[in-house]
């Protein structure tokens, strides 16, 4: 298979395509589907953006743009500088984080990861908008630096295509690795303004306009497009969830989303097959299962594309993927930039991960940074060693290996071949074909509710990462109208204020500001949607991923400065008057608490004294309907919750709240329902009108 997916598009054209008689029901329904479509293959032109650019394919970047686009950067800060058409864009962006040339090179990085949108389609479904968080690890020729911001892009379909219309990036901090980034400009931070408030943020596809065209497709065929939406939410759950097992050596439930015949491939080390060979690569690359004190194994995942073949009975995921690794008991940190390509089975009615690819692209001295070290791992040895060499075409240099993309480029057509020193690996599957699988036909009522299921993880999506944007700005009005109108909503390390209501009380005070000394973001990445079967609640665990800035770098304990933090979402969602909002938000965190940038941000932590973790900490303008020391063992450890007080370097207890999406295995701390419901039962979706999100099994089974 010389390329993964080249032939998805012609595959589903040969569905059997009888001309649909008039049927305005029929009509209305191909137009939704186009739609939910149209959000999806935005966001993708995005995350292609970001995985291009790790390749230094700054051609294929700039033909994601349309022949007149406008690429802006900043306008904010400091003057604003313009690029025109995708040949101008291609050379601003390739001199600014490519070194000034085409293509891959092991002593460069050109790290982009853009993500948490809120995007917006508009009613007629030919445009959108969408804003992002976007982070740029780059450098060459011995040089490193780390620069970020917000990305607001601008998007428009012409005969059938979407192209970037527009892109105006907002820096907003930048350094030197050897020193650690700072303000962007160097003083307070202009807010960017939103393209969305708290009723549209919710509503990624609003009301269509007008009366919907007359179809060509039948309702076999749009039956297939919606299957293929579902299954691209369930894979890309199973993506998430292994790296949040990964993330804290859940060996056994890492193993468990396995086939019995999957196969790790490992750049530059080689094969382990079997359930077996994954547990023995596991263990032979991170150690035994379980983090220990001052183990950090974060291993974020950003810019995934999801590809599911005709007949959903095989997936793709590719992506990039932020390791955030150390031991600081012994001082000793990393940072790991990889690309990796999985491969998915659908197998006794459940997703399974049939091939995972990982191929590292960088990997560094937390100290150094990459312009200074470079680590190539050598393979385990022993019991652990690979059980076979590294499959012939796939050998290559750490930071030259491109992993085959999911198809060709979406605006050219053109497949995507590397350039530089760039060489093309896993092309061509490690396992055997997969056969497709027949679909029972539904009626048009079904094929609306499941359509509406993937329309679900669109809205909770955007209402999250909205949520962040607010957050990041300092506007309460923003994220406390996220919450839905029974709702709760968590305030970090005091408890729970109930009621939308309560939460504006509690959290409104004065004006949003102009400028602010600092940010503290939150990227709420990762995904794993669980969306009850009539489309009107679900549950979402997500990463927090956060970075901070100020005008300084920072000292130990600076609330502004160049840091990383980290934290876990659990939170419920519902439908509520067409918009999705937030029904229980809650918050595990700090998993990292941050040292200053050169004493390695998380490498030489040590253990505060028990005084020092005795802090008070504000719930707003009124004390919490909730307090967390009532909820018990839920938040024993963390700051604010009952029992001894932990901080990183001690590792903080993880809670999950759904089991095992394959084997059902049920976690140490299992969470099930709401947080707050465990005191305040009233506050169950259940006894509101709504349905309780599935477990991550029945979701996986689907449909």
């Known amino acids: 298979?010389?390329?993964?997916?080249?032939?998805?598009?012609?595959?589903?054209?040969?569905?059997?395509?009888?001309?649909?008689?008039?049927?305005?029901?029929?009509?209305?329904?191909?137009?939704?589907?186009?739609?939910?479509?149209?959000?999806?293959?935005?966001?993708?032109?995005?995350?292609?953006?970001?995985?291009?650019?790790?390749?230094?394919?700054?051609?294929?970047?700039?033909?994601?743009?349309?022949?007149?686009?406008?690429?802006?950067?900043?306008?904010?800060?400091?003057?604003?500088?313009?690029?025109?058409?995708?040949?101008a864009i291609a050379a601003f962006l390739r001199a600014r984080y490519g070194g000034g040339y085409e293509g891959t090179s092991a002593r460069g990085l050109s790290t982009i990861m853009i993500d948490s949108p809120v995007a917006n389609l508009s009613p007629d479904g030919q445009s959108a908008k969408a804003r992002w968080g976007m982070m740029i690890f780059h450098g060459h020729a011995g040089e490193a630096r780390i620069e970020g911001g917000v990305l607001v892009a601008d998007y428009v379909r012409e005969r059938g295509v979407w192209t970037i219309g527009a892109a105006h990036y907002y820096p907003q901090f930048d350094g030197p690795y050897e020193r650690g980034w700072t303000n962007w400009g160097g003083g307070d931070l202009p807010q960017i303004p939103h393209h969305f408030d708290y009723r549209t943020a919710g509503i990624p596809l609003p009301p269509a306009a007008g009366t919907a065209p007359r179809t060509q497709a039948t309702l076999v065929q749009l039956q297939a497009r919606v299957a293929r939406m579902n299954d691209q939410d369930r894979v890309r759950g199973l993506q998430s969830a292994y790296g949040f097992y990964a993330d804290r050596k859940m060996w056994d439930d890492v193993v468990d989303l396995f086939a019995d015949d999957g196969v790790v491939e490992i750049g530059g080390q080689g094969l382990w097959r079997g359930k077996d060979g994954v547990r023995r690569w596991l263990e032979g690359s991170m150690g035994p299962a379980g983090l220990t004190h001052g183990q950090l194994n974060d291993q974020v995942q950003l810019d995934v594309t999801v590809e599911v073949a005709p007949g959903g009975a095989e997936a793709w995921a590719r992506g990039i993927e932020l390791g955030m690794l150390g031991e600081a008991d012994h001082e000793q940190g990393w940072w790991q930039v990889t690309a990796f390509l999985t491969r998915f089975v659908h197998e006794d009615g459940v997703w399974k991960i049939r091939e995972l690819r990982r191929f590292p692209m960088m990997k560094t001295d937390i100290f150094q940074g990459w312009g200074k070290?470079?680590?190539?791992?050598?393979?385990?040895?022993?019991?652990?060693?690979?059980?076979?060499?590294?499959?012939?075409?796939?050998?290559?240099?750490?930071?030259?290996?491109?992993?085959?993309?999911?198809?060709?480029?979406?605006?050219?057509?053109?497949?995507?071949?590397?350039?530089?020193?760039?060489?093309?690996?896993?092309?061509?599957?490690?396992?055997?074909?997969?056969?497709?699988?027949?679909?029972?036909?539904?009626?048009?009522?079904?094929?609306?509710?499941?359509?509406?299921?993937?329309?679900?993880?669109?809205?909770?999506?955007?209402?999250?990462?909205?949520?962040?944007?607010?957050?990041?700005?300092?506007?309460?009005?923003?994220?406390?109208?996220?919450?839905?109108?029974?709702?709760?909503?968590?305030?970090?390390?005091?408890?729970?204020?109930?009621?939308?209501?309560?939460?504006?009380?509690?959290?409104?005070?004065?004006?949003?500001?102009?400028?602010?000394?600092?940010?503290?973001?939150?990227?709420?990445?990762?995904?794993?949607?669980?969306?009850?079967?009539?489309?009107?609640?679900?549950?979402?665990?997500?990463?927090?991923?956060?970075?901070?800035?100020?005008?300084?770098?920072?000292?130990?304990?600076?609330?502004?400065?160049?840091?990383?933090?980290?934290?876990?979402?659990?939170?419920?969602?519902?439908?509520?008057?067409?918009?999705?909002?937030?029904?229980?938000?809650?918050?595990?965190?700090?998993?990292?608490?941050?040292?200053?940038?050169?004493?390695?941000?998380?490498?030489?932590?040590?253990?505060?004294?028990?005084?020092?973790?005795?802090?008070?900490?504000?719930?707003?303008?009124?004390?919490?309907?909730?307090?967390?020391?009532?909820?018990?063992?839920?938040?024993?450890?963390?700051?604010?919750?009952?029992?001894?007080?932990?901080?990183?370097?001690?590792?903080?207890?993880?809670?999950?709240?759904?089991?095992?999406?394959?084997?059902?295995?049920?976690?140490?701390?299992?969470?099930?329902?709401?947080?707050?419901?465990?005191?305040?039962?009233?506050?169950?979706?259940?006894?509101?009108?709504?349905?309780?999100?599935?477990?991550?099994?029945?979701?996986?089974?689907?449909?």
């Open 1 to 87: 298979m010389a390329r993964i997916l080249t032939t998805l598009g012609a595959a589903f054209a040969l569905l059997a395509a009888v001309p649909a008689q008039a049927d305005p029901a029929l009509d209305a329904f191909a137009r939704e589907v186009e739609r939910t479509e149209g959000v999806r293959q935005v966001k993708d032109l995005q995350r292609l953006l970001a995985q291009y650019a790790q390749f230094g394919l700054w051609n294929e970047v700039g033909a994601l743009f349309a022949p007149d686009a406008v690429f802006t950067f900043d306008g904010s800060v400091g003057p604003a500088q313009t690029a025109t058409g995708p040949q």
């Open 373 to 703: 070290s470079l680590i190539a791992d050598e393979a385990p040895a022993g019991r652990n060693a690979p059980g076979a060499g590294v499959p012939a075409g796939d050998d290559a240099a750490m930071g030259l290996a491109m992993p085959a993309f999911l198809g060709n480029h979406p605006v050219t057509g053109e497949p995507i071949e590397p350039d530089g020193d760039g060489v093309l690996v896993a092309a061509r599957p490690l396992t055997g074909a997969i056969a497709g699988e027949r679909a029972m036909p539904v009626d048009l009522a079904e094929a609306e509710r499941r359509l509406g299921l993937s329309k679900a993880f669109e809205g909770v999506s955007n209402v999250s990462a909205a949520y962040g944007f607010y957050i990041d700005d300092s506007i309460p009005q923003g994220f406390g109208s996220m919450i839905a109108a029974k709702g709760s909503k968590m305030t970090p390390f005091a408890g729970y204020h109930v009621t939308r209501e309560h939460v504006l009380s509690a959290r409104v005070a004065g004006e949003v500001p102009a400028t602010r000394p600092g940010i503290s973001y939150h990227w709420l990445t990762q995904p794993v949607i669980m969306v009850a079967d009539d489309g009107r609640s679900a549950g979402g665990r997500l990463r927090l991923f956060q970075m901070r800035t100020g005008k300084e770098t920072g000292e130990d304990g600076a609330f502004f400065g160049a840091s990383f933090w980290g934290g876990m979402y659990h939170n419920q969602y519902v439908l509520e008057d067409g918009t999705w909002r937030i029904w229980d938000l809650t918050l595990d965190e700090p998993y990292i608490v941050p040292v200053k940038w050169t004493d390695g941000v998380w490498a030489k932590a040590k253990d505060p004294a028990p005084a020092d973790m005795r802090r008070t900490f504000s719930s707003g303008n009124f004390p919490p309907d909730i307090p967390l020391a009532e909820l018990g063992p839920r938040f024993e450890h963390f700051w604010g919750g009952p029992g001894e007080t932990r901080q990183w370097p001690s590792i903080l207890p993880m809670w999950f709240m759904y089991r095992n999406p394959v084997s059902g295995r049920e976690p140490e701390l299992f969470q099930d329902g709401c947080v707050p419901c465990s005191v305040r039962p009233e506050l169950k979706l259940e006894n509101n009108g709504y349905q309780e999100p599935p477990d991550a099994p029945e979701m996986m089974r689907g449909p």
